[in-house]
């Protein structure tokens, strides 16, 4: 953890008022480094300051960009229509005094600074339909929102960051090289994600689909909502890869949290079930938001974005065990196999689940376009 000095330092470089009461680490990202600043001035804001790991986001220029157009869009369009609040929906990042909306220190660290929504609260574990529902909603207005900015005006800043095939070969070549020497403990791992792949290429196979790319998440994990005292949702954080992509992806890392009875990398796989209450809530809520602009083949394909997150999310959880747990922060040794496990037992069950997922999926939008689907598959 960085001292309050250095903290202190990089503040001073904001346009703000901030005089730090206490600090503390926030969150449970895997990526980057998050530090939650209490204001001194109890009148005053409390902020979100963030350490951009640059490792992974080798542009952070170009990763600054593609979030400021987001906020811009989002914020300017709960302005016109007058359906929300803007400074709550939408996360608001802090300038420099030399206005960027990043810093870089002497060290070459990159930060930026946001304000922490005042009474909101975010969840690992969903507990409740009425939380799923929300968070549904959350990241439907999101993708609706969004659907009206082309694809393709943002920058790629993590290149093929959902192509499965590109994370097979990565994980291939992880593999041949067995930086880490691993290797002899993961045959089991490996013979799953062989079994499955052929079944998971559909996205990347253009000859067999229409799907429009559009500007997604790409990070729906549910703890990326931040909900209010009452458990409605306010705003949709870390943006850090809205980028292209098809909807289905958002939705199925949005279930991928959601739907786990236990976490993402629980180690008693007997603990991982499905919980379909909160698969339904979540899908109603997402489509009461994404019936504005979702396209018949779109609907169809949620159900294989469901299955290829939780694969792709395993896909490389196992490749950086391989390479030595290079990407992803662990908290033990062998975490991120335990990851891969965990990821594995819930796209088994989700596979096994998954014509009555997708029942499931038809029946809610049957609200949205009566008569249109029938729930038979
Ligand atoms: C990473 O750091 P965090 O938790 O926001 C990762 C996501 C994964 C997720 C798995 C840039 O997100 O893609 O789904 O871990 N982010 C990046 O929990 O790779
Ligand atoms: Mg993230």
Redesign the pocket.
């Known amino acids: 953890m960085q001292s309050v000095k250095n903290i202190s330092e990089v503040i001073s470089q904001f346009k703000c008022d901030a005089a730090i009461d206490s600090l503390r680490i926030y969150g449970?990202?895997?990526?980057?480094d998050t530090y939650y600043i209490k204001n001194v001035r109890s009148t005053g804001c409390d902020y979100l300051l963030q350490r951009i790991n640059h490792h992974?986001f080798k542009d952070v220029e170009q990763l600054t960009e593609n979030m400021c157009t987001v906020i811009d869009h989002l914020k300017h369009k709960l302005m016109a229509d007058g359906s929300g609040n803007p400074e709550r929906e939408v996360m608001t990042l802090i300038p420099t005094k030399s206005g960027k909306y990043f810093y870089q220190d002497t060290n070459g660290d990159y930060w930026r600074l946001s304000f922490f929504l005042k009474d909101t609260k975010t969840y690992d574990l969903v507990e409740t339909e009425k939380q799923a529902y929300e968070g549904g909603k959350a990241f439907g207005k999101f993708q609706s929102m969004l659907s009206d900015l082309p694809a393709g005006s943002m920058h790629e800043v993590?290149p093929d960051f959902h192509n499965i095939e590109k994370r097979l070969a990565q994980l291939h070549e992880a593999v041949n090289k067995n930086l880490a020497g691993k290797l002899d403990n993961v045959g089991a791992e490996l013979e799953t994600i062989r079994k499955y792949a052929d079944s998971m290429l559909y996205f990347q196979q253009p000859e067999k689909h229409h799907l429009p790319k559009r500007i997604i998440h790409?990070?729906t994990?549910f703890n990326?909502v931040l909900l209010d005292v009452n458990d409605e949702a306010q705003c949709v954080i870390?943006l850090?890869?809205v980028m292209d992509g098809y909807v289905a992806f958002d939705f199925g890392?949005a279930i991928r949290t959601i739907i786990n009875t236990s976490t993402?990398d629980e180690r008693d796989l007997s603990e991982i079930g499905l919980n379909m209450p909160l698969f339904t809530a979540y899908t109603k809520g997402y489509l009461q938001e994404a019936s504005q602009f979702i396209t018949d083949e779109e609907i169809s394909s949620l159900i294989k974005g469901v299955l290829l997150l939780p694969y792709m999310?395993a896909v490389r959880f196992l490749t950086d065990h391989l390479n030595g747990d290079t990407?992803?922060k662990i908290h033990f040794e062998a975490h991120n196999l335990q990851r891969t496990r965990a990821q594995l037992q819930l796209l088994k069950m989700l596979d096994a689940n998954s014509t009555a997922l997708q029942s499931i999926i038809l029946q809610e939008m049957k609200n949205y376009k009566p008569g249109h689907y029938s729930t038979q598959g």
Request: proline content about 0%.
């Open positions: 449970s990202g895997h990526i980057n992974i993590i790409n990070d994990k990326n870390d850090d890869t890392d993402e999310q990407y992803f």
